[in-house]
């Protein structure tokens, strides 16, 4: 079992930053990957950023290439999501994800898909006002 606890969220204008937190216990070793996803009202949980424990390397979505940035400090056990350059329609709440299960081939694989990930934190939420 993994917990995972985001902070960080709140309300920020168009064009300001946010830095969103994500600190995971209980058991973490079988973790590949972290995901970070969003969910706006009425609409379903997208994809956002993947980081890959162990190199750090990461994949993001079109829609934020540029303004965030995942990172993790493997010491803490925590992942962050910076967001720069927020626009209104980034408004949503935030969920990371741990992904164990590694595909059964080698090479390097981003999961993003919301089934590639077991363990979700309880999302924060990020408002953007324009």
């Known amino acids: 079992q993994v917990l995972l606890v985001e902070s960080g969220g709140g309300l920020v204008q168009a064009g300001g930053s946010l830095r969103l937190s994500c600190a995971a216990s209980?058991?973490?070793?079988?973790?590949?990957?972290m995901g970070w996803f969003r969910q706006a009202p009425g609409k379903e949980r997208e994809f956002v950023s993947t980081?890959?424990?162990?190199?750090?390397?990461?994949y993001n979505a079109d829609y934020v290439k540029g303004r965030f940035t995942a990172s993790r400090d493997k010491a803490k056990d925590t992942v962050y999501l910076q967001m720069n350059n927020l626009k209104p329609e980034d408004t949503a709440v935030y969920y990371c994800?741990?992904?164990?299960?590694?595909?059964?081939?080698?090479?390097?694989?981003?999961?993003?898909?919301?089934?590639?990930?077991?363990?979700w934190g309880q999302g924060t939420q990020v408002t953007v006002s324009s």
């Open positions: 994800a741990t992904a164990t299960r590694r595909p059964p081939y080698s090479g390097i694989y981003y999961p993003y898909r919301t089934d590639e990930f077991d363990y």
């Open positions: 980081i890959m424990w162990d190199s750090g390397s990461t």
């Open positions: 209980g058991r973490t070793l079988s973790t590949y990957a």
